[in-house]
């Protein structure tokens, strides 16, 4: 058995903010990191991504989606979204996740659903309204909420875009970070409309009246049209993320949801090329959440690194790639069930290998 483990924010990305890890007990993984050689990479020793972009992008590369003006995100997640049977077909499909803009000083401040609540019956009611406004206006956008914090448009008239991925923009500014293309008023205009028409829905003041975050505007992102060739270096992936589950079902890999543990796992898991997503630290960082950061780390050095050290010295797994994705970087840790007799390479603080 060969196992990947995808562990996006693995070190707090502040590289000077060492105290973080200040009485952070981490023995297991601190020894699966000493015993393991490691590179600056790309998905499966590529020579890397051409720009930094996260998760998805590396989740692309691995499973063999070529870039288009964007990661083709929203085509491929819609598959596993439609419980209607709704096809990409050969058209061009966008994301447009539903989020809160508030001011900061001079920026707006993008906040993405993992800090507010969506009822399908609020995502439902705002689209209608988006909806209704675009046919009455004779332009060819229709959205369709699939999930309530997972949005689509589909655009058959409307030029592509370059967006920035939603992963990239949670917590930060997006004055310079709005989609673009050749004609960029098409999409800044779209942009700004739904913006206006959301902030007078009643459901939004509702929502405030409640101390809710007002649903106040869309992200676009990861559009595209669907790949034509998507090959699995995976014969299991486990995982509570979207795209990683549906580039599997896409390739026809087994796919499930991940285990609270390696307890749980190892019931299924049988013999051939394992992807375990590890993403409950990602979050945190984007929210600058150190509490949650540290507990969710401790979590995972309980249920994940320690028994997975102790399988790996059993010879139960022969390889173990952990591979760690950061703010700026990609790094692979590679562990074979003989590295761990190579007493010489010595256990070192996790904060070392934040560099």
Same mark, same amino acid.
């Given at each position: ?15 000077? *903010? ?14 699966l ?26 989740l692309?590369q ?5 870039k ?38 001079d920026?707006?401040?993008?906040a993405d ?6 009822s399908s ?13 675009f ?26 875009a ?21 004609n960029n008023?098409?999409?800044?205009? *779209? ?22 975050p ?13 790949p ?6 995976y014969t ?14 896409a ?10 543990d ?9 013999s051939?090329?394992? *992807?375990?997503?590890?993403d ?28 997975l ?10 390889? *173990? ?35």
């Amino acid at each position: 058995m060969n196992l990947h483990l995808l562990v996006p924010s693995l070190f707090w990305p502040d590289v000077t *903010l060492t105290a973080i890890y200040r009485d952070l007990p981490l023995p297991a993984l601190e020894n699966l990191l000493a015993k393991s050689s490691s590179a600056d990479d790309g998905p499966q020793g590529s020579q890397g991504l051409q720009r930094f972009e996260g998760l998805e992008a590396w989740l692309c590369q691995a499973f063999n989606v070529a870039k288009q003006l964007d990661w083709p995100v929203a085509p491929i997640t819609l598959v596993t979204d439609s419980a209607e049977g709704i096809k990409a077909c050969n058209d061009y499909w966008i994301r447009a996740d539903p989020v809160h803009l508030h001011i900061e000083r001079d920026q707006l401040i993008l906040a993405d659903s993992r800090v507010f609540q969506i009822s399908s019956q609020e995502a439902s009611q705002l689209t209608e309204l988006l909806n209704r406004h675009f046919a009455a206006s004779g332009e060819q956008i229709v959205f369709f909420p699939l999930q309530p914090d997972r949005w689509y448009l589909r655009a058959t008239k409307v030029p592509p875009a370059r967006t920035h991925l939603l992963g990239e923009v949670a917590n930060k500014g997006i004055n310079e970070l709005l989609p673009y293309c050749t004609n960029n008023a098409i999409w800044r205009g *779209l942009f700004n409309e739904i913006q206006m028409l959301l902030h007078e829905h009643p459901l939004n003041q509702l929502r405030e009246a409640r101390g809710e975050p007002a649903i106040n505007s869309i992200w676009f992102w990861g559009g595209g049209t669907m790949p034509r060739s998507m090959v699995s270096p995976y014969t299991h992936v486990w995982t509570g993320d979207v795209l990683a589950g549906s580039l599997a079902q896409a390739c026809g890999a087994d796919h499930a949801q991940l285990p609270p543990d390696v307890k749980a796992w190892r019931q299924h898991a049988t013999s051939g090329n394992h *992807l375990v997503v590890l993403d409950v630290l990602h979050g945190k960082t984007q929210y600058a959440d150190a509490y949650g950061w540290r507990e969710s780390l401790k979590n995972l050095e309980r249920n994940w690194f320690e028994p997975l050290l102790a399988m790996i010295k059993q010879g139960r797994i022969d390889q *173990l790639i952990l591979t760690v994705i950061s703010e700026t970087k990609t790094k692979n840790f590679t562990a074979r069930t003989g590295d761990l007799r190579k007493f010489w390479r010595r256990t070192k603080p996790i904060s070392t290998y934040n560099d």
